[in-house]
Nanobody
Framework: QVQLVESGGGLVQPGGSLRLSCAAS????????MAWHRQTPGKQRELVAL???????NYADSVKGRFTISRDNAKNTLYLQMNSLKAEDTAVYYC???????????WGQGTQVTVSS
């Protein structure tokens, strides 16, 4: 079955950077579009960035110019490079196939990103 394991989160000061990773197994990773989502308590999960199987990318307006999504199909791994982090980027970050509502892959445990001085 599909398994997604996120890592790389942590505590960082405003203006800092983090690189998140998502290791996927149980799926032909290269065949699927993939996405990063984030969620804060009391709010719905929101789409942050998406990358197609062909490498095309799309970003939420709130992260454009600061975040970069990428993938390594040889390693079945998805990445999110986050620069110029702001307090409002604080959230639990999850990866999933896209569109998640159709693929219905199970969500991983996520990785906590906290941006604070």
């Amino acid at each position: 079955q599909v398994q997604l394991v996120e890592s790389g989160g942590g505590l960082v000061q405003p203006g800092g950077s983090l690189r998140l990773s998502c290791a996927a197994s149980g799926v032909i990773f290269s065949s699927y579009s993939m996405a990063w989502h984030r969620q804060t308590p009391g709010k719905q999960r929101e789409l942050v960035a998406l990358i197609t199987s062909g490498g095309g990318t799309n970003y939420a307006d709130s992260v454009k110019g600061r975040f970069t999504i990428s993938r390594d199909n040889a390693k079945n791994t998805l990445y999110l490079q986050m620069n110029s982090l702001k307090a409002e980027d604080t959230a639990v970050y999850y990866c999933n196939g896209a569109p998640s509502i159709l693929l219905k892959w199970p969500w991983g445990q996520g990785t906590q990103v906290t941006v604070s001085s």
